[in-house]
T-cell receptor, first 115, second 111 residues
Framework: GAGVSQSPSNKVTEKGKDVELRCDPISGHTALYWYRQSLGQGLEFLIYFQGNSAPDKSGLPSDRFSAERTGGSVSTLTIQRTQQEDSAVYLC?????????????FGPGTRLTVL | QKEVEQNSGPLSVPEGAIASLNCTYSDRVSQSFFWYRQYSGKSPELIMSIYSNGDKEDGRFTAQLNKASQYVSLLIRDSQPSDSATYLCAAQTDSWGKLQFGAGTQVVVTP
């Protein structure tokens, strides 16, 4: 079946502009996660959704970052007034939502470059 | 202190040999552990999960977990050039399923 999809695959923007990144999870997966991976670094957790609710937003680095999920499916991560330090690959993952033994499947990521 | 730690490598392994990757974690409540493989420019791909103490084997891969020592390892037997990648260790640290990742170990298999 179809995996996690993300769009756009690449985004180049100017400092100060807003960007929206989209994630389409695997059908039937109730849990959705956003991570960020900076060059040569491991993955940094940003936010978690269970259905349309976000019980854990602890990883969002500043109030310029927000995310929403509608219909228990597609999620959008918005970064306002982008800064150069926001440049990274933004990865989305989804899972069935079975706590304890859940497996997260990752999308291909969106590479964001802020000039 | 990082919650999940790995040697960054690179770990150079001759083709056909065993690659041994190590990972330690600091949060004792972590219950589930995962190894992901990430090729350059690609997203992480799950290769192993382990939840109980002991060994778990899947093909050429064996994961080992020791919760008392807070230690997870991955063995890759009969290493192939296609195994050259960065291997990420992850611990599930809360009931929401959030994963804490190590920085990854780069493995280079030389023909």
């Amino acid at each position: 079946g179809a995996g996690v999809s993300q769009s756009p695959s690449n985004k180049v923007t100017e400092k100060g502009k807003d960007v929206e990144l989209r994630c389409d999870p695997i059908s039937g997966h109730t849990a959705l996660y956003w991570y960020r991976q900076s060059l040569g670094q491991g993955l940094e957790f940003l936010i978690y959704f269970q259905g349309n609710s976000a019980p854990d937003k602890s990883g969002l680095p500043s109030d310029r970052f927000s995310a929403e999920r509608t219909g228990g499916s597609v999620s959008t991560l918005t970064i306002q007034r982008t800064q150069q330090e926001d440049s990274a690959v933004y990865l989305c993952a989804s899972s069935l939502g079975d706590y304890g033994t859940d497996t997260q499947y990752f999308g291909p990521g969106t590479r964001l470059t802020v000039l | 202190q990082k919650e999940v730690e790995q040697n960054s490598g690179p770990l150079s392994v001759p083709e056909g040999a065993i690659a041994s990757l190590n990972c330690t974690y600091s949060d004792r409540v972590s219950q589930s552990f995962f190894w992901y493989r990430q090729y350059s420019g690609k997203s992480p791909e799950l290769i192993m999960s382990i939840y109980s103490n002991g060994d778990k084997e899947d093909g050429r891969f064996t994961a080992q977990l020791n919760k008392a020592s807070q230690y997870v390892s991955l063995l890759i037997r009969d290493s192939q050039p296609s195994d050259s990648a960065t291997y990420l260790c992850a611990a599930q640290t809360d009931s929401w399923g959030k994963l804490q990742f190590g920085a990854g170990t780069q493995v280079v298999v030389t023909p």
